[in-house]
């Protein structure tokens, strides 16, 4: 029988989503950011997805200046490959997006596939008192939100990155964006392997059914044949069930409180690293093997740990 692949367990440490008053396990410091992350590291992610914030007041930031202060600590705390987010703020332009990325020339970055509504609305209704000003509306407002990534915006990212040799995790929330990809593909824009995040459960993507999930595979299969590996990111409760599924798919999974702040139905997890565990040891319990970084980093044809920006 054929060997089953390694799976990559991906942490996305703090997002843009989530904020301080919904959970105090959220790092948004940099302190937390930082010691969360090599905890994640230390638990078994391979890859740590990295947004920045406000150091005072914990709101989403893509300020070259709150990613300083927490990167090189990572990189010398672990051997963990650092993908910095190039989706950042939602409402921001692909420029300023995507000025960590250029700055910091980490091994890995999103690329997200397409434009679309974005929204966590709902969960304004949950709470009466807020911990920061910004937080209440943030949240609400998300509502109005497109998240705009034009073809246009793809191009100038991949051109504008070309010369820092960076992979992406290629965020696909929804069937149309494996197609738009593709395109991308055929036009020149990205080298195989590539790496697909298919993402499930954002309120304007696909939703989070084990259906969808065979669907996007499906789809990617025929497109990208071998051209492609791929993980899975379910949004919320669908976390650890799709993350489960996908391992035994023989896909790569992505947990973190940027997607979801809870460790079990209605409890919410204490950090990054218990949902790490957690995930750990559903992977290996169901027979599956970790990979390490360096096994990622051959999995993906990463350029290295030696050769970042930080
Ligand atoms: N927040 C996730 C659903 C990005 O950072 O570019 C997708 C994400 C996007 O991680
Ligand atoms: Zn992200």
Redo the contacts with the bound molecule.
């Keep these: 029988m054929a060997k089953k692949p390694k799976t990559i367990i991906t942490c ?1 440490v703090t ?1 843009a989503i989530h904020t301080p008053t919904m959970s105090d396990g959220l790092p948004y410091t940099y302190d937390d950011i930082a010691q969360q992350a090599v905890d994640a590291a230390e638990a078994g992610a391979s890859i740590l ?1 990295l ?1 920045a914030r406000d150091n005072q007041t914990g709101a989403p930031s893509v300020d070259v200046g709150d990613f300083a202060p927490f990167l090189p600590r990572i990189k010398q705390a672990t051997d963990a490959v650092v993908n910095i ?1 190039t ?1 950042g703020s939602l409402t921001l332009s692909i420029q300023d997006r995507i000025t960590p990325a250029k700055t910091f020339s980490p091994e890995m970055c ?1 690329m997200n596939m397409g434009s679309m509504n974005f929204s966590f609305h709902p969960l304004a209704g949950k709470y009466d008192d807020w911990k920061f000003d910004w937080e209440r509306d943030y949240v609400a407002n998300s509502d109005g939100n497109i998240f705009r990534n034009t073809f246009r915006d793809i191009k100038e990212a991949a051109d504008t990155l070309a010369p820092h040799d960076i992979k992406f995790e290629h965020e696909c929330y929804d069937v149309g964006h494996l197609y738009n990809l593709k395109f991308c593909m055929d036009i020149g824009l990205f080298k195989a392997p590539i790496f697909i995040q298919f993402i499930f459960g954002i309120l304007g993507g696909i939703g989070p059914e084990v259906d969808n999930l065979i669907f996007m595979k499906r789809t990617a299969d025929r497109l990208f044949g071998d051209d492609y590996r791929w993980s899975v990111l379910g949004a919320g409760g669908a976390q650890m069930p799709l993350a489960t599924t996908a391992s035994q798919m023989g896909g790569n999974v992505r947990v973190g409180l ?1 997607d979801s702040l809870f460790i079990s139905r209605g409890q919410l997890a204490q950090s990054n690293a218990e949902q790490v565990r957690k995930i750990r040891g559903i992977v290996e319990g169901l027979g599956c093997e970790v990979a390490t970084p360096d096994e990622a980093r051959e999995i993906l044809g990463l350029k290295g740990g030696d050769k970042v920006g930080f």
């Design positions: 996305a997002g997805h947004h987010s989706g999103s940027e």
